[in-house]
């Protein structure tokens, strides 16, 4: 997995906010989509700077990782493209909520790429999250980012 790019899509995706919100599940969030900055819950009055909000970002990051590799018994013999997917939607659902994707869980255990990207765009997620859900599912279903294919846009839905 190359974490730097992970990082990268993660910053992107979450976009960076140095003073507290709430995010589009009510919860109070900072930085880089954090909900707790270093240990402490993220309040109302909470503010950051881009360098602790990268660190927190990169210590959930490997959380991240760790909580994956737990929940995908077939973690080791996922593309490194696949690995990043999971780790971001980890990320943003955390391990609880990546863990009530049975479906899809199911499907990438059995290398069944086009039924994970539909098990991903069935879902409340995907309608939460926009363009990182498009981007998701068609690495999902390719196993290569929408970039490295011929730098042809996202679908508004995709194909599944």
């Known amino acids: 997995m190359k ?4 990082e990268q899509r993660v910053m992107r ?15 109070w969030t900072v930085g880089y989509g954090s909900t707790r900055l270093f240990g402490v819950p993220v309040k109302e009055t909470t503010i950051c ?9 990169r210590a959930d990051l490997y959380q991240a990782i760790i909580d994956c590799e737990k929940l995908f018994d077939t973690w080791e013999t996922l593309d490194s493209i696949r690995q990043e997917i ?3 939607m980890c990320y943003n659902l955390g391990s609880v909520g ?9 499907a990438i255990r059995h290398q069944e790429w086009k039924r994970a990207a539909e098990e991903m765009v069935d879902s409340k997620w995907y309608s939460q ?3 990182r859900g498009q ?7 390719s196993g290569k980012w929408i970039e490295d294919l011929n730098g042809r846009p996202a679908p508004e839905r995709p194909e599944v």
């Open 3 to 6: 974490f730097t790019r992970l």
């Open 13 to 27: 995706d979450e976009g960076f906010r140095g003073t507290s919100y709430k995010d589009t599940v009510d919860i």
């Open 49 to 57: 700077t881009t360098e602790q909000a990268r660190a927190q970002l």
């Open 86 to 88: 999971l780790v971001n």
């Open 98 to 106: 990546l863990s009530n994707f049975r479906n899809m869980r199911s």
């Open 129 to 131: 999250v926009g363009g």
């Open 135 to 141: 981007r998701l599912v068609a690495a999902m279903k």
